[in-house]
T-cell receptor
């Protein structure tokens, strides 16, 4: 069983469209990270969310941490081809053994 | 500031052999973690080293081991390679423990034939 469930698994959209990626868990996380990974490269950290209900913006990307710190979402406005990549959420459950967990990822393709 | 460096980038090994992968973290970072990434299982945590001590270990067999040196550089060893060990092995470094910002290397693509 995956501790962090991401949806959707795949997204193929046209340039200019908006999209939302979800990261859900039954466990509470002290913080969650979002990464983007391009083929043949390692993941690159986009943001860390720490406080329940927190919203962070990074240009056209908006990240939200659920009030109960069990879920998070990533919203991209007016997607561009440069946004193409694998989006991963990650975290370590609170009160646990400090083992970091990654979701399976959402593979996004933005067509020009 | 140099990023995380992993060597080699690509490796082809035969079943039964052993392999050692190397990771140089960002200067000043004391935590190094290793991950295995496969299409079927995604990114899975192998272990974390902090100040030369293994602090956490994921659910992998004892064939997977690692160590960290006094300069924070880390090595990962896989013995008695199996076909299923073919994967992208990623190293990540952090200033403190894993649950903070982590910076990943480009990975080592290991193919076992």
């Amino acid at each position: 069983t995956q501790l962090l469930e991401q949806s959707p698994q795949f997204l193929s959209i046209q340039e200019g469209e908006n999209l939302t990626v979800y990261c859900n868990s039954s466990s509470v996380f002290s913080s969650l990270q979002w990464y983007r990974q391009e083929p043949g490269e390692g993941p690159v950290l986009l943001v860390t969310v720490v406080t329940g209900g927190e919203v962070k913006k990074l240009k056209r990307l908006t990240f939200q941490f659920g009030d109960a710190r069990k879920d998070s979402s990533l919203h991209i406005t007016a997607a561009q081809p440069g946004d193409t990549g694998l989006y991963l959420c990650a975290g370590a459950a609170s009160g646990g053994s400090y083992i970091p967990t990654f979701g399976r990822g959402t593979s996004l393709i933005v067509h020009p | 500031k140099a990023g995380v460096t992993q060597t080699p980038r690509y490796l082809i090994k035969t079943r039964g052999q052993q392999v050692t992968l190397s990771c140089s973290p960002i200067s000043g970072h004391r935590s190094v973690s290793w991950y295995q990434q496969t299409p079927g299982q995604g990114l899975q945590f192998l272990f974390e080293y902090f100040s030369e001590t293994q602090r956490n270990k994921g659910n992998f067999p004892g064939r997977f081991s690692g160590r960290q040196f006094s300069n924070s550089r880390s090595e990962m060893n896989v013995s008695t390679l199996e076909l299923g060990d073919s994967a992208l092995y990623l190293c990540a470094s952090s200033l403190y423990r894993v649950n903070t910002e982590a910076f990943f290397g480009q990975g080592t693509r290991l193919t076992v034939v």
